[in-house]
Every structure is written in C-alpha cells, then in structure tokens.
C-alpha cells in the first residue's frame, strides 16, 4: 500500500517527505544532479542508494523492484503524458541528461519553475508565435513574450530557453510526446446496440497517475504508439451463432466442441474440437465459440 500510495497522483503528506529523502540519498555517479529536479524514482531516470535509506524504504523500494512495478501500457492520455516530470524523464532518449546542465536549463529551472511536460510543451510552443523572431540561437528578439519573460522572469536570453524546452520535449519517444497524435483522438466509445454487445477497442489508459503503472512486468519496453485507425468500410453487420457441445459431458471421456454458424456465408461456418489442453465442458465450448 505504501507504494501504491507514493504512485498516485493525490499522495498523503508524508509521501512528499518520502521522495525528499530519496532524492537526498542519490549515488556517487549521480552528485551533479540537483535534488530539486528529482520528483519521483518511479517516473524518472535517477537513481537512490538503498542502503542509505531508512529500514521501512529500503523494504518499500525492494519490494517495488522485485514486483516489477513499472510504467507501463498501450497508449496513455494526454494528461497523464503532460503531468509527467520532464527532468530525467525515465522513457526518454538517454542524451536528455546531456541537456540538463546548460545555462538555460539551469533558467528553466529556477526562473521558469520548469518541471512538468506540460510546462516545457508551453514554452516550447512560444517558438511558433508570429511575433517571436527564432531564427538563430543567441538572437535578440524585442517581442512582447521576450520582453515579458525578461521583465517577469529574470529570463536573459527567452530564445534559448524556447529552444531547449523544445530539445528536452523531442527526447521523448512518441508515446510520450504529447505533441504526437495518440490514439485517444481518434478513439470513439462503442455503440450502444439494441442486441448485443460491441467491443470496446479503445486502449488508452487515462485517470489517476497510479494507473501510468503495472507490477509483475519482464522484458523490454514498447514506446511507440500502435496505429489502430479503422479505415471506411462497407462492411454490413454480420450475425453469427455461436454454440458448444459435448459428449459424455462430466466423464473422464468427455470430448467438448464449438461452432460458428452465419446464414449464406459458408466460408464463415467453423466447427472445431476443443483443445485437450483445455477442460472438455459444454460450458469451454460455448466460451471458445465466443
């Protein structure tokens, strides 16, 4: 539950001391990494050195590491991509930590507060702004964003701090880019039928932030996005009957069997025995059918 708990996006209070504290016991290779930057072990690339932290940490962390507590999934919504700490972003390319250490990093940091995706994708959309000269880095542009970045935030050069937001935004693979199309915008919740059910194909994976997560993962990670656009068709709706039988049902010679039945469409009839690896019931049949 601890976990869970430090997974979530509405986290207790003491949830909040418990990142504080990873985040201070980082390891050696790891020094030049602020701890301001470090949100949360679970979304980002940094790591803790378990044997300094307290006994009831050290079980939490183990704990999630030998669950496989991840991220993980098909496709997520935007918010949830948004509301992701940029810094060390855990599925980003590796080269994101090459952009961290720069003058105008350390500026989007403590001048502009930067620390979310959401947050690197507004300023990085500044860069479109008709009235935003971004020609060449290091450019001095007396545009009223300019201006007011310089007036407000202390920001000396708002072009260079565009232009990395933007660097950061494109190390994230398209999963997590939320400037990528997802499949959350072509998604459509399925009919309602006056018989029957339609399947809901929709993949995304929105709410709470725990639900960015899985346990019990193994092998390698899939940041691309699955392209599930349906095409037009002319398709008519097709209804099939679907049955199981089985003889000798409930003896240790039972043989089970399914079929498929559509009206004037021979090539879509099927009958087929039930795998002996599965039980021989009239009730597998009817299931496998379906």
């Known amino acids: 539950m601890w976990v869970k708990s430090l997974l979530s996006s509405e986290q207790p209070t003491w949830t909040l001391f418990v990142h504080d504290i990873i985040a201070q016991t980082g390891l050696s290779t790891e020094r030049n990494i602020s701890p301001e930057v470090k949100q949360n072990i679970f979304l980002q690339s940094f790591g803790t050195k378990k044997s300094s932290l307290p006994r009831d940490l050290q079980r939490m962390y183990v704990i999630a590491k030998e669950t496989g507590v991840r991220v993980e999934g098909i496709a997520f919504s935007r918010e949830l991509i948004r509301n992701r700490p940029i810094w060390y972003h855990s599925e980003a390319d590796p080269r994101i930590r090459l952009l961290t250490k720069s003058a105008a990093s350390i500026c989007l940091r403590e001048n502009h507060n930067l620390r979310l995706v959401s947050e690197a994708e507004e300023i990085a959309d500044l860069l479109d702004d008709p009235n935003h000269n971004n020609s060449r880095r290091g450019e ?23 232009l990395r937001a933007k660097e950061l935004l494109d190390t994230l693979p398209p999963k997590w880019d939320p400037r990528f199309m997802l ?16 399947f809901d194909r929709r993949v995304t994976t929105t709410g709470d932030q ?81």
């Open 183 to 198: 499949p959350k915008d072509y998604e459509e919740a399925p009919k309602i039928l006056e018989e029957g059910y339609k």
């Open 140 to 162: 001095i542009c007396q545009c009223y964003i300019c201006i007011a970045m310089s007036d407000n935030l202390g920001c000396e050069k708002p072009n260079e701090c565009m």
């Open 210 to 290: 725990a639900n960015l997560f899985r346990i019990f993962t193994e092998g390698g990670v899939c940041n691309d996005l699955p392209d599930l656009r349906i095409g037009p068709s002319n398709t008519a709706i097709i209804t099939a009957v679907t049955d199981g039988s089985c003889i000798d049902n409930g003896t240790a010679n039972a043989q089970a069997g399914t079929g498929i039945y559509v009206e004037g469409e021979e090539t879509l009839k099927i009958a087929l025995r039930v795998p002996a690896t599965l039980p021989q019931t009239n009730q597998v049949g009817e299931a496998v059918a379906t």
